[in-house]
T-cell receptor
Framework: GAVVSQHPSWVICKSGTSVKIECRSLDFQATTMFWYRQFPKQSLMLMATSNEGSKATYEQGVEKDKFLINHASLTLSTLTVTSAHPEDSSFYIC?????????????FGPGTRLTVL | KQEVTQIPAALSVPEGENLVLNCSFTDSAIYNLQWFRQDPGKGLTSLLLIQSSQREQTSGRLNASLDKSSGRSTLYIAASQPGDSATYLCASKTLSEKLVFGKGTKLTVNP
C-alpha cells in the first residue's frame, strides 16, 4: 500500500515553455502533498506544501508564480513550471501523507527529471 | 533553522563488511528521524523511521539509532551486499512538520 506515482518520469523541453508534472496517490487519500527539488549531489529541498482545496504554501525563495501548484483532489497534485529556463533543470519529487499530524508518514513518488534546453 | 549533515559523503566497502552511516542535526526539537535509500535517478524508499521518543528501530540487517540530546543518528548495516549500493539519506521532521534532509552518503559495496 501507500503508493505515489509521478508523471512523466522525465521530460525535456525548450526554454520558455511550461511543463506540468503530476503526482498521484494511488491507494490512499492524500490530505497533504509536498513538492521537493533535488540538484545533483544535493539534498532534497522542500519547495511547497499543498493541502487539498487550498492554496499551496511556498518555502522562502521559491517563486509561486513560476512554480504553480494545484491540489484539486485528494489523490492528485500538479506542479507546473512556467516559462522554464535551463536553471530549472532538476529532479522534482513529490510526496504525500494521509493526515496532517506530526507523526504522519510521507510517501514519496519516483521523481521527474526535468531538462530544459 | 534545522541543518542536517551526513558523514561521510561517500563510502566504499567490500562485501560482507558491517558499516555505520552518520547523521547529525542541529535542532533536537524534532518529531522523528527517518532514513531513506535512493537509487540513481530514482525516488526515495523509506527504510526506518524513529519517533522522537524512541532510541532505535530495526529492520532486517538495518538498525537505526537516535540520540536527540546529542543531535545524532546512525544507520548500521550488517553484512553488506552489493545490492545495498545506493545513496542513503536521513531526514528530520521538525516541529513545523517539515522534513529537512541531509545530502546523503553514497555507499558502494564491492563484490
Amino acid at each position: 500500500g501507500a503508493v505515489v506515482s509521478q508523471h512523466p518520469s522525465w521530460v525535456i523541453c525548450k526554454s520558455g515553455t511550461s511543463v506540468k508534472i503530476e503526482c498521484r496517490s494511488l491507494d490512499f487519500q492524500a490530505t497533504t502533498m509536498f513538492w521537493y527539488r533535488q540538484f545533483p549531489k544535493q539534498s532534497l529541498m522542500l519547495m511547497a506544501t499543498s493541502n487539498e482545496g487550498s492554496k499551496a504554501t511556498y518555502e522562502q525563495g521559491v517563486e509561486k508564480d513560476k512554480f504553480l501548484i494545484n491540489h484539486a483532489s485528494l489523490t492528485l497534485s500538479t506542479l507546473t513550471v512556467t516559462s522554464a529556463h535551463p536553471e530549472d533543470s532538476s529532479f522534482y519529487i513529490c510526496s504525500a501523507s494521509d493526515g496532517s499530524g506530526a507523526t504522519d508518514t510521507q510517501y514519496f513518488g519516483p521523481g521527474t527529471r526535468l531538462t530544459v534546453l | 533553522k534545522q541543518e542536517v549533515t551526513q558523514i561521510p559523503a561517500a563510502l566504499s566497502v567490500p562485501e560482507g563488511e558491517n558499516l555505520v552511516l552518520n547523521c547529525s542535526f542541529t535542532d533536537s526539537a524534532i518529531y522523528n528521524l527517518q532514513w531513506f535509500r535512493q537509487d540513481p535517478g530514482k525516488g526515495l524508499t523509506s527504510l526506518l523511521l524513529i519517533q522522537s521518543s524512541q532510541r532505535e528501530q530495526t529492520s532486517g540487517r538495518l538498525n537505526a539509532s537516535l540520540d536527540k540530546s546529542s543531535g545524532r543518528s546512525t544507520l548500521y548495516i550488517a553484512a553488506s551486499q552489493p545490492g545495498d549500493s545506493a545513496t542513503y539519506l536521513c531526514a528530520s521532521k521538525t516541529l513545523s512538520e517539515k522534513l529537512v534532509f541531509g545530502k546523503g552518503t553514497k555507499l558502494t559495496v564491492n563484490p
